[in-house]
C-alpha cells in the first residue's frame, strides 16, 4: 500500500487478502470523513466487489481510495484499475443478472446503484478502470 | 421585519404597477385622493376622539379586551393607530404607503388578531367620522356624502392590502408547521417484549425513508423485537418509491431475523406493493390498526 | 490466519466468525462445516456473522452455498448477527439470502432450532 498523500491510497490488489485490505482501508476513510454508518458498509462493500473483480479475471491490478471535495461537498472517490483481459460487453455486464458462468456475475450495477457517481472504461484486451464516487450526506 | 415586509410586496406582484392595478381596480381617481385629503385637517381634529370611543368599545368584548393585558400596550397601539388613520387622509398612495399597509397584515397575523377585529376596528372608525362629517356640514350634505364615498375607496383598498398580507402569512406559518411535523424523528414504540410499533407520518423522501430504515433496524437490534408493525396511514403519498423504500426496510428487517406487518394502507396501495414484491400475507389491508397489532401478536406467538 | 472455532452444542453446530474472513478462508470454512456436520451428524448449523462489517456477494453467496449442501444432508442452517447497516448494505445491492433462515443472535438462532427439533421429535 502505498500512502500518495494523508487523504490518498494505493493498493495493489492481487489476492484475496488484498481485497479485504482495501475494503478495511476504504471504511476507514469512510469513518474519518464522516459517512454514517450504513454509507461505510456500502462504501467497504462496493469496495470489495471492485477489488474482487481485480483478483478474479486480472489477477492483479490496483485500487485508489481518496477524499474527494467538490463545490461545498466531501466525499471519497475509488478508482479500481486493471490491466487484464477487460469486458466485452460493458453494457451486458451493467446488467442486472449478467453472469460469466463460473461465478454470479461482477456486482457492478448493484455498485452503481449505492453510490453517487459511476463510470467504467473497458475494452477487450485493455482491462477495466471503474471509478464511482459517493458524497457524505 | 423589512425582509417579511418585502417578500409579501412581491408576492403582490411589481411594485408600481401593482399599485396603479389596484387603483384602478378599486376605482380610485385623483379626484379622490383630493376629496380625501380635504378630509385631512377634519380626521386630524376627530381622530383623538374617535380612537377613545373605539377603545371603549373593543374593551367591553372579552376576547378583544384579552389581547390588551395592560395600559402600556394600550397607549403604544392607539398612538399607533392613531398615525394609521391619518395616513388614510393623507392622499397618498404610493409605495410607502403601500409598505405600511401590507406590514399591518403581518403584524395582525403575528399577533393572532383576525380579519373579524381588523375589519371591525376599521368600520367602527369610518362609521364614526362618516357620522361626524355629517354633522359638521349639515349645511352640504351631498358633498359630505362625496368626501365620504372617496375615504370608503381608501379605507377598501387598505383592507384587501391588509387582508391579503394577512392570508399569505397564514399560509407561510401553516407551510413552516407542516414541514416541522414532516420532519419530527419517527417514534418506535415497544408494545410489549418483541413487539414494536413505527406509526410513520409525513412525506417520505429518501434521505428521510433511510434515516428511519436505519433507526428501525438498530431498534430490532436493541429492543430485540422479531416482529413490526408499520403503520403507514399518516403518509401523505405513497407511490413507487416509497413503497421500494418500504420494501427495502422489511427486507432488511428480516435479514435481522424481524417480520413485518404493514397497517394503514388502501387497497390500491396494497396492490401496488405486491406487485413490488411485497408478501400479501404481511400486508393487512383494512387500514385497521388494531387488526394489524392483533395479525402481529399472532405471528409474535408463532415466533417464541 | 486462525481457524474460525465451531462449538458444538448438542446437535446443534454454532459457527463463530472472529474476523474478517477472505473469499478462500470462506471457502474453506465451507468445507469445514460440511466436513464436521457429517463427522458429529449435527441437526442445526448457526453461523454467527456478527462480528463481519461487510457481506458481500461473495459471502453472500457462499452462506447460501453452506446452508443447500447443509440442508441436502437434512439439516438446518440459520445465520444469526447480521448488523443493521450490513442489512441495509445487502438489500440496496440486491444481496438475498434468499432460502436462508435469518435471526438476531444466538438466542434466537438457538431458539428457531430448538423449536424445530421439538416438532419434528413430537
Known sequence: MQVLDQATTCHGVASDADVVRARQQGRSLATRLGFGRPDQALIATAISELARNIVNYAKRGEIEISEIRRDNRTGVLVVARDQGPGIDDIQAAMTDGFSTGDSLGLGLPGTKRIVDEFDIQSAPGQGVTVRFVKWVL | ?304 | MAQVPILHQGDIMIVSIQSALTDSDMLELQGRILEELVRFGATGVIIDVSVLDVLDSFATRTLCHIASAVQLRGAKTVVVGIQPEVALSMVLLGLTLNDVESALDLDAGLDILWRRAARAGA
Open chain 2, 1 to 304: 421585519m423589512e425582509q417579511t415586509t418585502s417578500s409579501s410586496i412581491d408576492d403582490l406582484g411589481s411594485q408600481d404597477q401593482s399599485i396603479m392595478a389596484r387603483l384602478a381596480w378599486c376605482a380610485i381617481e385623483k379626484a379622490d385622493l383630493e376629496r380625501v385629503r380635504e378630509l385631512a385637517p377634519f380626521a386630524e381634529d376627530i381622530a383623538d376622539m374617535v380612537i377613545e370611543r373605539f377603545y371603549e368599545h373593543v374593551l367591553s368584548f372579552d376576547h378583544a379586551a384579552a389581547m390588551f393585558a395592560n395600559e402600556g400596550i394600550i397607549e403604544r397601539v392607539k398612538a399607533g393607530q392613531r398615525r394609521y388613520f391619518l395616513e388614510l387622509t393623507s392622499g397618498r398612495c404610493d409605495e410607502q404607503y403601500v409598505q405600511n399597509r401590507v406590514r399591518i397584515g403581518e403584524i395582525h397575523e403575528r399577533s393572532g388578531i383576525g380579519p373579524d377585529l381588523y375589519i371591525g376596528a376599521y368600520d367602527y372608525y369610518l362609521h364614526q367620522l362618516g357620522r361626524l362629517l355629517l354633522e359638521r356640514q349639515s349645511d352640504n350634505p351631498r358633498h359630505a356624502f362625496e368626501l365620504y364615498l372617496s375615504l370608503q375607496k381608501m379605507a377598501h383598498f387598505d383592507m384587501a392590502l391588509a387582508l391579503e398580507t394577512y392570508v399569505n402569512a397564514r399560509e407561510r406559518t401553516i407551510e413552516a408547521q407542516q414541514r416541522e411535523i414532516s420532519e419530527l424523528p419517527t417514534p418506535v414504540l415497544q408494545l410489549k417484549e418483541g413487539l414494536l410499533l413505527i406509526p410513520v407520518v409525513g412525506t417520505l423522501d429518501s434521505y428521510r425513508a433511510r434515516a428511519l430504515t436505519i433507526e428501525l433496524l438498530d431498534a430490532i437490534k436493541s429492543l430485540r423485537a422479531k416482529v413490526l408493525v408499520l403503520d403507514i396511514t399518516g403518509v401523505s403519498a405513497v407511490d413507487s418509491a416509497v413503497a421500494n423504500h418500504l420494501l427495502q426496510t422489511m427486507t432488511a428487517a428480516r435479514l435481522m431475523g424481524a417480520h413485518s406487518i404493514v397497517t394503514g394502507i388502501s387497497v390500491s396501495v396494497a396492490q401496488a406493493l405486491v406487485k413490488i414484491g411485497v408478501g400479501g400475507d404481511v400486508l393487512n389491508t383494512f387500514g385497521d390498526l388494531q387488526r394489524g397489532i392483533e395479525q402481529a401478536e399472532k405471528l409474535l406467538a408463532g415466533t417464541i
